[in-house]
Structure formats: structure tokens, C-alpha cells
């Protein structure tokens, strides 16, 4: 058994893409990500637009195209919460960032409460991906820090294509979307628990991973 670092919807994505390299990078740290051109542009777009939104001043030269998605969010009501982090333990009580029972994590790039309603929006940078596992998550994180939320509306705002992906949860339904929730999560936790982290070969292997000592790394799938 292998102790299991706080999850979050990112470790639990790299952990369904290979457990290899998830194993590898969050749980021996025998290797570290590198930062690719993608990744780099979207750390700085996230930066801009969360500077726009604190300051209330336009966006630099280089990222105006963002300018009108930053300013319609500055302009719906309530109280605004920028990159805010949350976390949860085992009970799914709200803990502190670090604190010793964290189990799970979440940032919201963009998280507005106004009295039973919320909305919950991530900006993204990349190609459009259709899995709102993450916007889930980000709905039972905001319904557990705020009591009084009955409904979320959650949204992937894809700055690249102009274009969004959005869903609404209701805290009735809680007990639904966590189920959801722990049977994406089970294998992992179950992976920790064997230590068995079995290499999931794919196109990504051959320029995209750092773990050279996987027997597929830059070759992929041979099948």
C-alpha cells in the first residue's frame, strides 16, 4: 500500500491516462512534469485574466481577445471569489488547503455566490473535451464550503474557440453526483492500496511523457 496524496480532477485524469506515470510523478516523484508551450501560454492567460478581474484594469495588448469574457464575468452579481481553493477530508467536511485530512482538491478559477445560486466557471485554453466530470466536482466542492447553495451553474469557458460547455446541479442531488464521483475515483484508490500501477501505452508516450523508465516511453502502443 502506498500513501495516497490528496486528489484532485487533474491527478485523476493523468491516473485514467496511464497509472504509470501518475505513480511515477504524485506518488514516488521519481520524475517531474515539463512544461510544454501549451502549458506555459495557459499558466499566463489564467494569470491575466485573474489580475483583469482583482484590478478592474483591461487585459494587456496580447491577451484583449479574452477582454469580453473577463468583463461579462465582472458584471454578474454577487460575491466574486477568484482562483478560489477548496478542499475537502474523507467525511467531506470542508479543511484547509493542507490541512492533515485533506482528501480531495479543487481550484475554481472563477467561483460567484449570490444567495442559493452560484456559479462555478473554469477557463480553458485547450482543445474542447466533452467530460464534465471536473464542472461535478466543482459543484459538490461549492455546495460543501457553501451551506446555502442549492443550486450551481458551472461552466467550461474555451477561450481558444469561443465556445462554452455548462451544466446545472442541484444539491438534491448530491448523493447521485458523489456516487459518480467514487466510481471514477475507485480504481486509484484501489491502485494505492495493491501498489500495482499498470502502463497504459498510447500516441502520448512517444513525445509527451517524462517517464523514461516505463518500457513504452517514446514508443507507445505496439499493438
Known amino acids: 500500500m502506498t500513501k495516497q496524496p490528496a486528489w484532485s480532477y487533474s491527478s485523476l485524469s493523468q491516473f485514467e491516462t ?3 506515470q501518475y505513480a511515477a510523478e504524485r506518488v514516488y516523484k521519481t520524475i517531474k512534469r515539463e512544461d510544454n508551450e501549451a502549458s506555459i501560454w495557459g499558466t499566463e492567460v489564467h494569470s491575466a485574466i485573474e489580475t483583469r478581474l482583482r484590478t478592474g484594469n483591461k487585459l494587456p495588448e496580447r491577451f484583449l481577445a479574452y477582454e469580453f469574457a473577463a468583463s461579462t464575468i465582472e458584471r454578474v452579481g454577487g460575491d466574486h471569489f477568484y482562483e ?42 485547450g482543445k474542447v473535451k466533452p467530460d464534465v466530470t471536473q464542472l461535478k466536482l466543482f459543484a459538490l466542492l461549492t455546495f460543501a464550503h457553501f451551506p446555502g447553495v442549492t443550486t450551481v451553474s458551472t461552466v467550461f469557458q ?27 475515483y475507485g480504481p486509484m484508490e484501489e491502485a494505492h492500496r495493491l501498489d500495482i500501477w499498470t502502463p ?11 517517464h523514461k523508465e516505463c518500457e513504452f516511453h517514446g514508443v507507445g502502443n505496439r499493438r
Not at 106 to 124: H, Q
Not at 170 to 177: E, F, M
Not at 200 to 210: E, F, H, I, M, Q
Open 18 to 20: 496511464c497509472p504509470a
Open 200 to 210: 497504459r501505452p498510447s500516441g502520448l508516450c512517444k513525445n509527451y511523457c517524462a
Open 158 to 184: 474555451w477561450l481558444k474557440f469561443n465556445t462554452s460547455t455548462t451544466d446545472i446541479f442541484h444539491r438534491k442531488d448530491i448523493d447521485s453526483l458523489w456516487e459518480h464521483m467514487l466510481q471514477r
Open 84 to 125: 478560489e481553493q477548496m478542499s475537502l477530508n474523507r467525511l467531506l467536511r470542508p479543511v484547509t488547503w493542507f490541512a492533515p485530512d485533506v482528501w480531495v482538491r479543487g481550484i475554481l478559477d472563477v467561483l460567484i455566490v449570490n444567495g442559493e445560486t452560484a456559479v462555478a466557471l473554469d477557463w480553458k485554453t
